[in-house]
Every structure is written in C-alpha cells, then in structure tokens.
C-alpha cells in the first residue's frame, strides 16, 4: 500500500495505530491521519512525529464532523487503503436522543467511508474496527458456555439498546457492521474495494493518545482494569477477553496485505482470558505499594464454568497467535495510571 487513511489517530487504538503505522511499513508509504480536531491533539502530534510530517510522509487532516455528507472525499484521492478505527462512544445519558445520535453517527460515519471509498477509483481495502460484542449478547451469552465463531451476530434489537451504555455500545457495533455487509452485497461487482471487519476484544495495555487519562467510567479495558480492581473493597468483574493495544494494532497492520488476508471477512480474535482474582493478585504481588488500593482476589470473582467459548481458527491462520499474554497486557495499563496520578 502507498498511501493509508487512518481514522480515529487521537484514540487509545488508533495512536497505536499510528504509530506502528509509521514505524512497520515503507518510508514510501504515506498516511493521512484524520483528527476531530487539530487544536486538541495537532501540538502532541507534531511533537511526536515532527520529522514525518515535515517530509510529507505524515499528513493530519481534520475532519470535525465525520457524519457529514461526503465529509472524506476529498481525503480519498491517491488513497489505496483504509483502517477506520473511529467510533462514536455512549456516555451515562440514554435517552431516546442520546441513543438515536449515536446510533446515527455510526451509520452515517460508515456509510460516508463506503460511499467514498467507491467514488474514489483508488482505494482497495476498506477495514474497518469492530468488536467482540457484535458476536454474542452481554451479558447472558457471556456465560451460556457455547461456542461462538465470526459467523455468529449478536441478536441485540434496538429495543434494548438504551438498557445500558454496553448494551448501546454492543447494538451501534453490531448493526453498523450489518449495515456495512448490506452496502456491499447491494453493490456487489460495482466497487473496486473488498471489506474487512477486525472484532476486537477488551483492549488494554500501554496509551499513546494525546492527554491520556485513565477513567473508571469509560468502557474499554484500560478503564475496566481501573474501575474493577482499584480503589474497592473486593475486587469486580472484568471482561475477560483481552488483547493488548499493541497486538490489535499489528492485526490491523497486517490486515493490509490482501495476498496474505483474505478480504470480505470478518476476523474474530483475542490473546486469551484474565480473570480479575489472577489480575488482582499479580498487581499486588508486582506492586506492594498498591495492596492497600487493590484487594486480594475472592470468591466469585475467578472465570465462571460456563464462560463462553470461541472459535478463533480463522483469524489465527492468518494473523499467528503469538501475543504479549495477560500479565504484560495488565502491567502496562497499570503503569500508565500510576503514571498519570
């Protein structure tokens, strides 16, 4: 690929993102950097990657309101591939407006990045982040003890979609991504592009964003770590199905290689399972300081037997299973809020 769009560069993922980006292709390759806004992250970026912007390699184009009708055109000229990490989050609000503007904003954010990606005559792969809990229903699937794979759809109806912001979160993923397969199979033969939809787990680890800032209200993992094992007398529950930031990031990268990823998928992946009992105690046995902030893992707290499983094959083919495993995954979030406090 010689030219990259890349959305989402001011978040937790799509920092990652951007710096691997910079780092694991060719010098020739050129990445365009889409940001909400400039005044907010442009200063931290041209700190950081002075030199590739001064050289052209690195463009930062801001784009306030992505729902805007051909907001990315223009963006698209001379690109070969697209990673759209950018994603509208719920916040505590969940009224009827509140659930209808995020809801809307995925849509019509998707639906900008496929019309344009068409009408360009360049691009070529479009991928796109997704998430696990497009795959399975939160929080009952979770503990049916079956087994789910990338052909399962979570059967959420937008009925039950302002329940929780998980559950807003969960139904904006799942039908955006189904909405994006009918834009496809509507248009099958008429566009020059394939799709890949990447279904991340929780994502953890290390953050390059702008301001970083843990926060025990936000979803994610890093906030999942913060919130359940911080600051309380026993310990919650934490989602278990986990990767590294890093590693979601290198599936990403190498999502572009269409010789070696078959395009027009949906890839389902994680490292592995953490529990917060495991987690608990290896913070506290690799931080006594922390031990009067971080209880001791408890009764109820380790996986549950029936935790469901998943089928994972397809994607292991194609992007290994060699990753950074829990405790690395962990230790790094834990260290970035310490940093921060």
Same mark, same amino acid.
């Given at each position: 690929?010689?030219?990259?769009? +890349?959305?989402?560069?001011?978040?937790? +993922?799509?920092?990652?993102?951007?710096?691997?980006?910079?780092?694991?292709?060719?010098?020739?390759?050129?990445?365009?950097?889409? +940001?909400?806004?400039?005044?907010?992250?442009?200063?931290?970026?041209?700190?950081?990657?002075?030199?590739?912007? %001064?050289?052209?390699?690195?463009?930062?184009?801001?784009?306030?309101?992505?729902?805007?009708?051909?907001?990315?055109?223009?963006?698209?000229?001379?690109?070969?591939?697209?990673?759209?990490?950018?994603?509208?989050?719920?916040?505590?609000?969940?009224?009827?407006?509140? &659930?209808?503007?995020?809801?809307?904003?995925?849509?019509?954010?998707?639906?900008?990045?496929?019309?344009?990606?068409?009408? %360009?005559?360049?691009?070529?792969?479009?991928?796109?982040?997704?998430?696990? &809990?497009?795959?399975?229903?939160?929080?009952?699937?979770?503990?049916?003890?079956?087994?789910?794979?990338?052909?399962?759809?979570?059967?959420?109806?937008?009925?039950?979609?302002?329940?929780?912001?998980?559950?807003? =979160?969960?139904?904006?993923?799942?039908?955006?991504?189904?909405?994006?397969?009918? !834009?496809?199979?509507?248009?099958?033969?008429?566009?020059?592009?394939?799709?890949?939809?990447?279904?991340?787990?929780?994502?953890?680890?290390?953050?390059?964003?702008?301001?970083?800032?843990?926060?025990?209200?936000?979803?994610?993992? &890093?906030?999942?770590?913060?919130?359940?094992?911080?600051?309380?007398?026993?310990?919650?529950?934490?989602?278990?199905?986990?990767?590294?930031?890093?590693?979601?990031?290198?599936?990403?990268?190498?999502?572009?290689?269409?010789?070696?990823?078959?395009?027009?998928?949906?890839?389902?992946?994680?490292?592995? &399972?953490?529990? %917060?009992?495991?987690?608990?105690?290896?913070?506290?046995?690799? =931080?006594?300081?922390?031990?009067?902030?971080?209880?001791?893992?408890?009764?109820?707290?380790?996986?549950?037997?029936?935790?469901?499983?998943?089928?994972?094959?397809?994607?292991?083919?194609?992007?290994?299973?060699?990753?950074?495993? !829990?405790?690395?995954?962990?230790?790094?979030?834990?260290?970035?809020?310490?940093? =921060?406090?």
């Amino acid at each position: 690929m010689s030219s990259i769009l +890349l959305t989402g560069a001011s978040g937790n +993922l799509g920092a990652a993102l951007l710096d691997q980006l910079l780092t694991a292709t060719p010098s020739t390759t050129k990445i365009n950097a889409v +940001l909400r806004s400039l005044a907010k992250t442009g200063a931290h970026l041209q700190s950081r990657y002075g030199s590739d912007i %001064s050289s052209g390699r690195l463009t930062l184009t801001e784009i306030p309101d992505m729902t805007v009708p051909g907001a990315f055109d223009a963006s698209l000229r001379g690109v070969d591939a697209i990673i759209h990490a950018a994603t509208p989050l719920p916040g505590s609000d969940l009224s009827p407006e509140a &659930v209808e503007a995020i809801v809307g904003a995925t849509y019509a954010i998707n639906d900008n990045m496929l019309s344009a990606a068409a009408k %360009s005559g360049c691009v070529k792969r479009v991928i796109i982040t997704g998430s696990i &809990v497009s795959v399975l229903q939160l929080p009952d699937d979770m503990t049916s003890g079956k087994t789910y794979s990338d052909a399962d759809f979570n059967p959420i109806t937008r009925e039950q979609a302002p329940t929780s912001g998980a559950s807003l =979160y969960s139904y904006s993923k799942v039908s955006s991504e189904q909405r994006c397969w009918a !834009w496809m199979e509507e248009r099958k033969g008429e566009v020059g592009f394939d799709l890949v939809f990447l279904l991340a787990p929780s994502i953890m680890g290390r953050s390059l964003e702008a301001g970083f800032k843990p926060s025990k209200t936000l979803l994610g993992g &890093v906030s999942g770590v913060y919130r359940e094992l911080f600051d309380r007398e026993t310990v919650g529950f934490m989602f278990p199905y986990f990767m590294d930031v890093d590693d979601v990031a290198a599936i990403h990268i190498k999502a572009l290689d269409s010789s070696k990823v078959p395009g027009n998928e949906r890839y389902l992946f994680f490292d592995g &399972v953490v529990s %917060s009992n495991e987690a608990a105690n290896k913070i506290r046995e690799a =931080y006594p300081q922390l031990r009067d902030r971080v209880p001791e893992g408890g009764e109820g707290k380790g996986l549950p037997p029936t935790l469901a499983q998943f089928d994972i094959s397809k994607a292991e083919k194609v992007f290994g299973n060699q990753w950074k495993g !829990w405790w690395k995954t962990v230790d790094a979030s834990v260290k970035d809020i310490l940093e =921060y406090e």
